[in-house]
């Protein structure tokens, strides 16, 4: 996942913001807290609908989360709330 984030066309900040949240998530699962981990990814999951529920640009603008990478991250972050479960 943090490949996946590390290769989308975003802003230095929003990239470390993203690996930030995922390792958080990452070491919560880890440390057994599968249920703060499970809100942590909703809170994720939160900002990508959002982003998925505005309109289209007319002009695309570079460094912005556009809607098909904000649904990859979504599809992923579904994936793995599932293999918690």
Known sequence: MRATIDSLDLTAAKIKAFDTRVDNIIKSIQ?????????KVDKF?????????????????????SKTDAQTLLDMLNTLLDNLN
């Open 31 to 39: 440390k057994g807290k599968v249920d703060k981990a499970k809100l």
């Open 45 to 65: 999951e939160t900002v990508l609908k959002n982003k998925l529920a505005k309109p289209d640009p007319k002009k695309v603008k570079p460094k912005k989360l």
